[in-house]
């Protein structure tokens, strides 16, 4: 991530691949995203349900790569992958949620490296990117999705709050739920993420010749 190529990375299928060759790694990263996706892992300070994992590793890669657009799409077909092949236990409503999420983190990255296209505009697309998704998980979290889970399982909302309460003495409301839970856990996704796709992007860029970074 060090040297600039002007060849802007949302002109899809550019002279650099042909359109069936961007489909197809659209298609590979979004196979790979939902893998990781079903690979999750409990956080200590958070209740069961929320867990962690790296399915935004192939999309960032992807959103670097190929562009913000392509990024989008990665995040679409993982989503769309999951709900074909598990379904949905929130009425679409977590999946939504979900993907919005996934686009708050990957889609300030993505445009803020299309135009800075130097290890500096990297990072601070990435460090953008944690940011507004954090922000927007606490949102979402708040609004949409734990009354999402309170309505599809039957259950008052202030059961999730007791969930996190038996974690943390100080989380008593949805607001410190969210503030104690919801905050460090995006804000812990985003930089294992940033940090994974820092290290290894620049051997996984060569195999995505999109007319992006020469590294």
Request: with cysteine.
């Amino acid at each position: 991530m060090n040297t600039v190529d002007t060849t802007a990375g949302d002109r899809a299928p550019a002279s650099s691949m042909t359109r069936v060759r961007y489909m197809v790694q659209i298609a590979m990263l979004g196979a790979i995203a939902l893998i990781l996706m079903l690979f999750e892992f409990p956080l200590p300070f958070a209740p069961a349900f929320y867990k962690i994992d790296l399915s935004e590793v192939p999309v960032l890669i992807g959103c670097f790569a190929m562009g913000p657009l392509a990024g989008v799409a990665i995040e679409f077909l993982k989503i769309l992958l999951h709900l074909l092949m598990f379904g949905t236990m929130t009425a679409f409503v977590g999946e939504i949620a979900n993907f919005f999420i996934g686009c708050a983190f990957v889609l300030p990255a993505a445009l803020i490296y299309k135009y800075v296209r130097t290890r500096r505009g990297a990072i601070i697309g990435m460090v953008s990117g944690t940011a507004i998704m954090t922000v927007v998980g606490c949102f979402v979290n708040a609004y949409v999705l734990l009354p999402a889970y309170a309505a599809a399982f039957s259950m008052p909302l202030d059961s999730l709050v007791e969930m996190g309460t038996a974690i943390n003495s100080n989380i008593n409301t949805v607001t410190t739920l969210v503030i104690l839970c919801v905050a460090p856990f995006n804000l812990l996704k985003g930089v294992v993420v940033s940090v994974i796709v820092f290290v290894i992007y620049k051997k996984i860029s060569p195999l995505l010749k999109t007319g992006g970074v020469r590294t």
